[in-house]
């Protein structure tokens, strides 16, 4: 069994920065893809960002591009997501998740997630 293990969320006034880890803990897992999708209050859960695991090319929403930075490290599975310039509509819980290598699921789904970490950006 695969488990997502996030940290690094808390509260930041709006300009500020914040970076969050995920690792994933499993004695067999193998990685095709991780990254990291968030939730405000009364809205859908939506993309932030997602790199390769084979040629770490990563993708960014709109609306984070230029923002937030993913990176890897493909020997202890883990990502980590560096978000500057934090905006109050960046506010949500923030969920890492991780696709498997042979997986079914669409390229920018995943297999498993994390539990969440909340992220709170002040005005």
């Known amino acids: 069994q695969v488990q997502l293990e996030e940290s690094g969320g808390g509260l930041v006034q709006a300009g500020g920065s914040l970076r969050l880890s995920c690792a994933a803990l499993?004695?067999?897992?193998?990685?095709?893809?991780m990254g990291w999708y968030r939730q405000a209050p009364g809205k859908e859960r939506q993309f932030v960002s997602r790199i390769s695991w084979t040629s770490g090319i990563t993708n960014y929403a709109d609306y984070v591009q230029g923002r937030f930075t993913l990176s890897r490290d493909s020997v202890e599975n883990k990502v980590y997501l560096q978000m500057n310039n934090l905006k109050p509509e960046d506010t949500a819980v923030y969920y890492c998740?991780?696709?498997?290598?042979?997986?079914?699921?669409?390229?920018?789904?995943?297999?498993?997630w994390g539990q969440g970490t909340q992220v709170t950006v002040s005005s």
């Open positions: 499993g004695p067999t897992f193998s990685a095709s893809a």
């Open positions: 998740g991780a696709r498997r290598t042979g997986s079914s699921v669409g390229v920018y789904e995943y297999d498993y």
